[in-house]
């Protein structure tokens, strides 16, 4: 009796210590805290719902580029993980996380999402106290920021058209087809750019050098497909000049 008494006094002791261990995720010092190296599984971004994969075959992908998960970075809850595998779904506007080494996919929570980065590109959640007037809440990406900011954001339509899928061995074609939407913030308001043109019209008293800038530059011969380009260094010579 008096040795199971004990044994349950020491692992009552035990307790407190491991919960310790097991939340102990705050900055270090010295720099940078890869908080993900030091609690692994048990990091607070895991803790989200299991990614459920649409039931049906598709063509194309739902995500913003493509199916492959990038190492990146993610801000969470005011604190920043590191080497994390990250995937922007840009048809449900759900950021995802893959366990390192499994298939395994967690979709973050976004309350507590500021901004993250990977594969090259930057991205920011715009709700709560981020919200910008002239935006729906969600994930956009950052393609220049100065003075003022050009955002973009990318949108997977589920499309379904009739005919007949030989590969899906489908009587219909189930597709994503991608959308792309273009935004100037300025003085925290933002405003929609389609065109090249669009630039000349926000900002008149430039209307004649910006005109200029993109001739001089080829910009105007380039196709759709560089609009991140192109837009990119129109905004930077605007904020610039």
Not at 6 to 35: E, H, I, M, R, T
Not at 80 to 90: F, G, Q, R, T
Not at 101 to 125: A, P
Request: with cysteine; proline share 2%; charged share 25%.
């Amino acid at each position: 009796m008096k040795y199971i008494l004990l044994s349950l006094w020491l692992l009552l002791l035990s307790v407190p210590v491991c919960l310790l261990k097991a939340q102990d995720y705050g900055p270090k010092a010295g720099g940078n805290y890869d908080y993900v190296a030091d609690a692994k599984i048990d990091a607070a971004i895991f803790r989200g719902p299991v990614y459920v994969k649409y039931p049906y075959t598709l063509r194309g992908t739902p995500y913003a580029y493509s199916d492959d998960f990038k190492e990146g970075r993610l801000r969470y809850n005011s604190k920043e993980y590191k080497s994390v595998m990250l995937n922007l779904d840009a048809s449900r506007d759900e950021l995802h996380l893959r366990m390192h080494d499994t298939h395994l996919t967690i979709v973050v929570d976004k309350e507590y999402v500021s901004d993250f980065s990977y594969g090259g590109h930057d991205f920011l959640n715009v709700a709560g106290n981020r919200s910008i007037a002239g935006l729906a809440d969600g994930y956009y990406e950052v393609l220049y920021k100065g003075n003022v900011t050009l955002l973009k954001k990318t949108v997977q339509k589920f499309s379904e058209s009739s005919g007949v899928d030989v590969a899906a061995e489908a009587s219909s074609l189930k597709q994503f087809v991608a959308k792309h939407y273009y935004y100037i913030v300025k003085d925290g308001v933002a405003v929609q750019i389609k065109k090249r043109g669009d630039f000349t019209k926000h900002y008149r008293e430039k209307k004649g050098a910006i005109k200029q800038f993109i001739k001089s530059n080829g910009l105007n011969l380039l196709g759709k497909e560089s609009e991140d380009m192109v837009f990119s260094r129109i905004m930077e010579f605007i904020d610039k000049n």
